[in-house]
């Protein structure tokens, strides 16, 4: 059997620009974990493992220019859009650099023995270890952030898991060009270049979450795919932990009060929101609730203002711009449903942004207009226009999770009293609340949560931030052992100088 060729296709165009690789078999998979497995040894050493980290940031601003050019081949999404990209993919490794020189992710926790208590305390004395090799599936609307060198990559590598990359199939030849330099960045560190492998192919996937030797995996992606791979996981003879990023409708409401005070400003920022990146952001506005009457009148007004102003743009690939057409043309084919600004197909190749309105009452029950409330991947949002607060409390409480949630309230909240009842309604659908703001852009802080109820992901961790690094350890505690035997972590005079609680108490 002939190998099945992986081409880089340019989505301005829909035409083929090279064979960068071929789909792996199972048999090469199987080589790539083994390989990764083999290797995960040389990762224990935390200094290597932050030059590495340190390196990685170097060496990607270093081939910036080519890698910048690769995705842009790929990807249609810009040279502007791509270097800032870089910058934030770069700005994760060396995060993580810091994260891992620290220590603090260990957790380390001494407690001597106490006999004093019942029971007994025995010494007793806990860190955390990495999982082991960790599958990687790269997202296709960030070719950088989210993919080969991603917050996941970087976060797996820096618990000291060798990683395995399922490349997505818009960027392959980003992919190899990443992976590239990853793997010089190692061996310029000291480590094996097999701490970073990177297989093509639908099914190479398949084989890698079933592979015994994946102790983890990561995913950005859509529901359908990102739930097949979750149950594929928990239907291995030892399931293993899946942390995926698959869908989110982002809603905002908007207050009567800051309807009324800042319609204007508030129209024009949901434009720049949801058209950001032909809307292929994930944590893109899909859903608004505002207010009926002149004030949200005048919201919607502003909106097809800016929204119409807002050039066509490529998608990522052929399939998402069929995707597209296909679920505005339905959602718009529904009962009370208007196209102020009609999305749609602009040429053979691009899409034009626009927005839908259905009155908020159609959503209260479940029917055929709860595909509003799905997200839709392209530059389109679903406004609906509310009554009252209980018509809005209604909607919500019928809405799935997110990874964010968004609220625009009068800038004196003490003259909006609808603001904190609404905040406390949007808290429990996303990992992200935010109050007069959007949701495009996540900021990699200690801070930051990137995740949230299911479909917005399968697990409570964050994928963004300091703490994306717990996914990949678990906890061990050692009971009674002598401290020759203990590793240097746990030993009483902390020789590597981590933070730590002693007997309850910070030292």
């Known amino acids: 059997m002939s190998a099945v060729p992986v081409w880089s296709v340019d989505p301005r165009t829909g035409n083929p620009r090279e064979q960068v690789a071929a789909e792996a ?10 390989s990764a497995h083999a290797v995960r040894g040389a990762l224990a050493d935390r200094g290597a493992r932050a030059a590495f980290l340190r390196a990685a940031a170097e060496l990607l601003e270093e081939s910036g220019e080519h890698i910048i050019e690769a995705a842009d081949a790929e990807t249609a999404l810009g040279p502007a859009r791509l270097t800032g990209e870089l910058a934030r993919t770069a700005a994760q490794f060396r995060a993580f650099a810091e994260v891992v020189d620290e220590g603090a992710y260990l ?34 609307n960030f070719p950088l ?32 060009l990443c992976a590239s330099v990853l793997r010089r960045a190692a061996a310029d560190a000291g480590l094996p270049e097999d701490v970073l492998t990177v297989v093509h192919g639908f099914d190479a996937g398949v084989e890698l979450i079933r592979h015994p030797l994946v102790s983890a995996a990561g995913f950005t992606g859509s529901v359908r795919g990102g739930r097949a791979l979750y149950d594929a996981a928990a239907a291995r003879p030892a399931p293993i932990p899946f942390h995926g990023e698959l869908g989110s409708l982002n809603p905002v409401v908007v207050t009567a009060a800051a309807a009324a005070e800042r319609a204007g400003e508030i129209g024009t920022g949901l434009g720049g929101s949801m058209t950001l ?11 608004v609730l505002v207010p009926a009457g002149a004030a949200g009148d005048q919201l919607l007004k502003t909106l097809t203002e800016t929204v119409s102003s807002t050039g066509s743009g490529v998608l ?21 449903v208007d196209a102020p600004v009609t999305p749609g197909a602009a040429g053979e190749h691009s899409v034009s942004a626009g927005f839908l309105t259905v009155p908020a009452a159609r959503l209260t029950a479940e029917g055929p207009h709860d595909a509003l409330l799905e997200e839709c991947f392209g530059p ?25 949630a968004t609220l625009q309230t009068a ?19 996303a990992g992200r609340i935010l109050v007069n703001g959007w949701p495009t852009g996540v900021a990699v802080a200690p801070a930051q949560h990137h995740g949230g109820p299911y479909p917005a992901a399968t697990s409570t961790s964050t994928s963004v931030g300091a703490t994306a690094i717990e996914r990949w350890l678990r906890p061990v505690t050692y009971q009674s052992t002598p401290e020759t035997l203990l590793p240097a972590e746990l030993r009483e005079d902390n020789p590597l100088g981590l933070p730590r609680r002693v007997d309850g108490r910070r030292a």
């Not at 952030?145 to 960027?171: E, N, R, W, Y």
């Not at 990146?277 to 859903?287: L, M, N």
């Not at 800038?411 to 659908?429: G, M, N, V």
């Open 25 to 34: 078999t199972a048999e090469e998979v199987d080589r790539a974990v083994r």
């Open 411 to 429: 800038t004196d909240e003490a003259r909006d009293p609808d603001a904190a009842p609404l905040l406390a309604a949007l808290t429990p659908l």
């Open 277 to 287: 990146g032909v809307g292929q952001f994930c944590t893109k506005p899909g859903f």
């Open 145 to 176: 952030a989210f993919s080969v060198p991603g917050g996941d990559t970087a976060s797996a590598l820096a618990a000291g898991c060798p990683v395995v990359v399922k490349a997505h199939p818009d960027h392959p030849a980003t992919s190899e």
């Open 316 to 336: 990522l690939d052929h399939r998402m711009r069929d995707a597209f057409l296909t679920g505005v043309r339905e959602r718009a084919a529904l009962p009370d």
């Open 380 to 404: 389109v949002t679903v406004i609906a226009r509310y009554a009252s607060v209980d018509e809005i409390a209604a909607v919500l409480a019928r809405l799935p999770g997110n990874l964010t």
């Open 107 to 140: 957790d380390v926790h001494i407690d001597h023995p106490d006999a004093s208590r019942t029971p007994p305390w025995p010494d007793l004395r806990r860190y955390k270890i990495p999982l082991g090799v960790v599958a990687v599936y790269a997202a296709s």
